[in-house]
């Protein structure tokens, strides 16, 4: 029986051959650049987010440390946060009141048992966020990336997110505010909250400024990733040790889950 | 004949006001763009000079709705590009704030009284901390942070 594939390989034709080898060469070229780009990465966002990835934190609240406060002090930094300032009238308990925050540590104790857990919590990033629906200007919004924040140029200070919220997790800026970083703008008359790092989201950084302070500290209390992918840690630890959703009866779908409370 | 040479000479002079008055103008804003920046090295701002002047406001807001809703960073009409070639430095090698009234922005607000808000937010000085998020270009950013961060850490309010 005669091979029917070697009537065609007999007839190779040099120029054409030639040309599609020049073809691949150019499509190569042009291909490899973006390829590359990609893999190295780490270049500021050109593309709008998509729902592919949803960035969440899982807690481990037996990783953390009573009297820690690493997270809240990376958070402080990362966002201009330490350049608040008391005013001199102003009382101490009212400044620790009103202050901006965007972590706060908490601290629980079952009376019964004696038990006490410490937790970091912040905006829990929603999938059914409160804060969005009541918004009256559409400044609080969720991005397609699952972060939750605040567009502050279209935010008229009016708190109802801050009343909303179940988790006290926004804080209203009740002072002018001076020497602000480039990558986080904020002032006087705006709601803010934790946005997950946002601009290291943009600059394709890998974890946010908590999570890299609580790694730094010995604890890694806190993991960050995509929710959304099978492969990532945090996927895989959330399926190994079991988890919760802080108010999981108001079925807001937190982004944020803590293991051990 | 007299009067022929009268109309013209009256035009001539006319002709080199006008240029004058485009001259003066240009030499003022060109004090104001950073040595050795991007911007130095350039005929024109990111858009033609005339456009950037009367249509800034439109592309830093195109520019915003892109940053915050859909994460886009690192274009030609971003904010912090204009804070990056337009800052000054006094002899202490401190930024002055942009929006200052006698500094890029401030000064033409001021005189076209127009209020500026953007600075009441954003930072009106090249103020970087940690890894520098806008890689890639040559810009005295990096110079000028640890002076920033030194001002901050005195708690300069």
Known sequence: MKDENQVTHEGVDPERRAFMGVAAGVTAAMVAPGVILHAVAAVPRSEPVTSDVRWGLLIETSKCVDGCSACVDACDQENGLDLQAKHAQESLENWEHQKAVWIRKVKLQDNQTGRVTNLPLMCQHCEHPPCVDVCPTGASFKRADGIVMVDRHTCIGCRYCMMACPYKARSFIHQESHGQLTSVPRGKGCVESCNLCVHRRDHGQESTACVDACAEAGHEAILFGDLKDPASPIRKRLEDIPNRQIREDLALNTGVRYAGV | ?157
């Open chain 2, 1 to 157: 004949m007299a009067k022929a040479v009268l109309r013209a000479s009256l035009v001539a002079t006319g002709l080199v006001w006008a240029l004058l008055a485009q001259t003066v103008p240009a030499g003022d804003v060109k004090r104001y763009v950073v040595e050795g920046s991007r911007a130095a090295g350039l005929e024109s701002c990111v858009e033609p000079t005339e456009r950037m002047r009367r249509e800034h406001m439109e592309f830093i807001k195109h520019q915003r709705i892109a940053t915050v809703h859909e994460g886009i960073r690192g274009t030609k009409h971003r904010l912090s590009g204009c804070v990056e070639c337009h800052i000054s430095y006094d002899a202490e090698r401190v930024p002055r704030p942009i929006d200052r009234r006698d500094q890029f922005c401030g000064a033409c607000h001021a005189f076209a009284a127009v209020d500026l808000n953007c600075f009441d937010c954003h930072a009106a000085v090249p103020n970087v901390s940690g890894p520098a998020p806008e890689v890639g270009e040559a810009h005295p950013t990096a110079v000028v942070a640890p002076s920033v961060e030194s001002r901050r850490e005195l708690g300069g309010h």
